[in-house]
């Protein structure tokens, strides 16, 4: 593994620890509200990670920050918020939004600069597994707080705000500098043929993020009741799959990235399908969770390869970052204002259903989707290198 890898993966664990709060919130949200709570709480979310990703571009090159003094700024920003929020559903939304948004663009930042070609799968492999370890962890460590102290809520906040602050202080300090992140046409990016023939996948891969969210909250809730339940479960079910995505982190190639794809995306249609049968057999949901880790973490490692192909487009590394992420937050607040009109026409079973239903359909498509964007990567690859 190259040095400047092995200085990566501290942030990167960081950030699955953080993520896993993700989970918990909705849970939350769900326990004291109800979901269309939970749908006003992701819309908020999605457009304070945007607004801070906008932010995050602004700044970097007044203040002089590369990618990883943005990662740890995107930490530092949520940390202060998370420890005074005391269950404040709008500033979660704040604090979680610009995490997500300022944590990203220097993540994308530092792997599109520092990575090449050929590093990117074993790389995806070291640094998912890593994220799953972090996020085991901190999952646990919220589920004993939640179990020891009534099932209180603010003790989970301060757990994450002082995570967030601890990586904001002390990790990333070894990383390589690289320039501050600068736009000039993000727009020009967007009008490139090969982008907009990525706009599907990206609305399957990422613009479906506010249903899956709101579906395992309903399906957490239901099933499981409180919130140190779906902890117990989630923690359980997260070592697997971390344990499987370790085991075969050697395995992975830029030759066999469909494959690792196809089956990613086959064990998380599996789940959503478990998840809607648990309206009838609540304990099919424990099934879910098993399923849906084990799929998760190679799913997420061919997307970051597959994100970063898409990326290997015309145009400054700020612009192509910037304008993939100002598509992914329209088609995320698309599908989440459509799902949310759902809501209010079908009841809560129906809309359960439909939504598991509609989410295994959406990880077949993106299987078919994907595996046709590795080949035309891999073909331009394959010119590139003749051209030279």
């Not at 640094?127 to 085991?136: E, H, K, N, R």
Request: charged fraction near 10%.
């Amino acid at each position: 593994m190259q040095s400047h890898q092995r200085n990566l993966l501290p942030l990167c664990a960081l950030q699955g620890a953080v993520g896993s709060f993700g989970g918990f919130i909705g849970f939350f949200v769900i326990g004291a509200h109800d979901l269309h709570a939970l749908f006003r709480y992701t819309a908020c979310m999605l457009t304070a990670a945007m607004a801070s990703t906008f932010l995050a571009y602004l700044l970097s090159p007044r203040l002089h920050i590369g990618g990883a003094g943005l990662v740890r700024l995107g930490l530092l920003v949520p940390g202060l918020l998370l420890l005074t929020a005391d269950g404040s559903v709008a500033l979660t939304a704040i604090a979680f939004g610009a995490y997500l948004g300022i944590t990203w663009t220097g993540r994308h930042a530092l792997e599109m600069s520092l990575l090449a070609d050929a590093e990117r799968d074993a790389y995806a492999a070291r640094s998912g597994t890593a994220m799953i370890v972090l996020s085991f962890s901190a999952t646990l460590a919220s589920t004993l707080l939640l179990a020891s102290f009534s099932e209180q809520s603010r003790y989970v906040y301060w757990l994450y705000g002082a995570l967030c602050l601890f990586g904001a202080l002390f990790l990333g300090k070894a990383i390589p500098r690289t320039e501050p992140v600068t736009l000039k046409d993000p727009l020009a990016v967007i009008r490139q043929p090969r982008f907009i023939a990525c706009m599907p996948i990206f609305f399957l891969e990422s613009g479906l993020f506010g249903i899956s969210q709101a579906m395992t909250a309903t399906g957490a809730s239901s099933a499981l009741g409180v919130a140190s339940h779906y902890g117990w479960v989630t923690t359980a079910a997260g070592l697997a799959g971390g344990a499987a995505l370790y085991m075969t982190r050697k395995m992975r190639n830029k030759d066999n990235r469909a494959h690792w794809f196809g089956g990613a995306c086959l064990a998380m249609s599996a789940s959503w399908l478990l998840l809607g049968a648990s309206a009838w057999i609540p304990l099919l949901y424990i099934v879910h969770s098993v399923a849906r880790a084990a799929g998760s973490p190679f799913l997420a490692a061919s997307q970051q390869v597959l994100n970063q192909c898409t990326l290997d487009i015309r145009g400054t590394l700020a612009d192509r970052i910037f304008a993939r992420e100002l598509v992914l937050w329209m088609l995320r607040m698309t599908a989440l204002f459509l799902f949310w009109g759902l809501a209010l026409v079908l009841t809560p079973r129906q809309l359960f259903l439909a939504g598991a239903a509609f989410l295994a359909a959406a990880m077949a498509t993106e299987y078919a989707i994907g595996k046709a964007l590795f080949r035309d990567s891999a073909n331009a690859n394959a010119n590139a290198l003749q051209a030279a």
